[in-house]
Structure formats: structure tokens, C-alpha cells
């Protein structure tokens, strides 16, 4: 089965200073990756998403993530941030031709400050 | 083109009570999802309706049950509700796959067990 790690649970930044939050993944299988956001009451929004192809996605807002295979990882990064991306960010696991339930890490407050 | 709508939008109830959750998913999608968020579980998969019939199921009491209708609305039931079951409930839908599709989250249920 596959798991979701978010190695970071908070992380603070300044406004227009670059961040990177961190996602590791473990399956035994090929599998699709996905990064949602979460604004404060609200659902949970995709930013990207990786399937197959380029290892380097680019979403909204913009957001980009590099897809690692040897790492199992699945870093979300942007050059520079705004204070309205201040939300919390899930990343998420689901295994081709395997489990069709995604798994979602536990999150990751990006809280910008001006 | 209207998002995914959840009603109500919160609930109090007491322990022992039973709870129903309504979910509209986007126009033209046939699989609905429901999760539950807590601070300390994070989202956890409850289960997926797919043309009315339950898909997917995570690791839930058969106290959780859902249903989905011809018009793939969908409908998440909690019996005797216990303390534990405070969270949001999510429901997301998407157009088929659950492991590769963008997943659209409504704004959640907010559920208070006195």
C-alpha cells in the first residue's frame, strides 16, 4: 500500500522569498502524484498533477513540482510567494493500476508573512 | 459551471444521534467521494460511489454508510454518533477515476458531537 510523508508541518516564509514543501512518497508500484490546496474554510483545490511524461509539472498560481523517481519524492516549489498563499497544502498518492484510493499526507501550513 | 455543494454546512449533535450529509457533485461527474479531516488523522478516506454502487471503502465502522442516486447526488449517514466523529466531512467528485482524475472538493460539513 502507499504512503504519504510531509516532512514539514509548518513553514514560515517572507512574503516574495522563495519556498519548497516537501513530499515523500513509498510504493511498490508506478503511481500518480497530486499537490491540493486548502484555504481557510474551504474544500481542498488541485494545484497539480503528475501522471506520466515530463517530471517537472507546472500548475497554478504559479506553483511547479518535480517528480523524482530514485528519491520517491515530489517537492512542490514556487519562486515567489504572496501573502494570499497562505493555506494549508496536501500532497497526495495513488497507484497506477493499483489503489485506486488516493492517500493524502498530513499537510503542510505555509503561512507567509509581509 | 456550479462546484460541488454540501449541505448542511455545519451540526451539532449529540453522542448517540445519527447524522445525514447531502453532497451535489459537479454536473456530468459519476464518482463522488467522501472524507473525513481531523487535525490529528489529517484526510482519511471513507468511501467512493460510483453509478450508485460503492466502489471503494476505506477502513471505516459499518456506522458510516453512504449512498449515491441516479442523478449522482450522494448521501454520507453516521449512526449512533460518538465523540470521535467530530471533523469535517469532505465530498469530492470527479468524472471517473478516482486515482488520476482532479478530485473537486465541496467546502465540507463541519460535524460537533456534544
Known amino acids: 500500500a502507499q504512503s504519504v510523508t510531509q516532512l514539514d508541518s509548518q513553514v514560515p516564509v517572507f512574503e516574495e522569498a522563495p519556498v519548497e514543501l516537501r513530499c515523500n512518497y513509498s510504493?511498490?508500484?508506478?503511481?500518480?502524484l497530486f499537490w491540493y490546496v486548502q484555504y481557510p474554510n474551504q474544500g481542498l483545490q488541485l494545484l497539480l498533477k503528475y501522471l506520466s511524461g515530463s517530471t517537472l509539472v507546472k500548475g497554478i498560481n504559479g506553483f511547479e513540482a518535480e517528480f523524482n523517481k530514485s528519491q520517491t519524492s515530489f517537492h512542490l516549489r514556487k519562486p515567489s510567494v504572496h501573502i494570499s498563499d497562505t493555506a494549508e497544502y496536501f500532497c497526495?498518492?495513488?497507484?497506477?493500476?493499483?489503489?485506486?484510493?488516493?492517500?493524502f499526507g498530513r499537510g503542510t501550513s505555509l503561512i507567509v508573512h509581509p | 459551471k456550479a462546484g460541488v455543494t454540501q449541505t448542511p454546512r455545519y451540526l451539532i449533535k449529540t453522542r448517540g444521534q445519527q447524522v445525514t450529509l447531502s453532497c451535489s457533485p459537479i454536473s456530468g461527474h459519476r464518482s463522488v467521494s467522501w472524507y473525513q479531516q481531523t487535525p490529528g488523522q489529517g484526510l482519511q478516506f471513507l468511501f467512493e460511489y460510483f453509478s450508485e454502487t460503492q466502489r471503494n471503502k476505506g477502513n471505516f465502522p459499518g456506522r458510516f454508510s453512504g449512498r449515491q442516486f441516479s442523478n449522482s447526488r450522494s448521501e454520507m449517514n453516521v449512526s449512533t454518533l460518538e465523540l470521535g466523529d467530530s471533523a469535517l466531512y469532505l465530498c469530492a467528485s470527479s468524472l471517473a477515476d478516482l486515482s488520476r482524475d482532479e478530485q473537486f472538493f465541496g467546502p465540507g460539513t463541519r460535524l460537533t458531537v456534544l
Open positions: 497526495a498518492v495513488s497507484e497506477g493500476g493499483g489503489s485506486y484510493i488516493p492517500t
Open positions: 510504493s511498490s508500484v508506478s503511481v500518480y
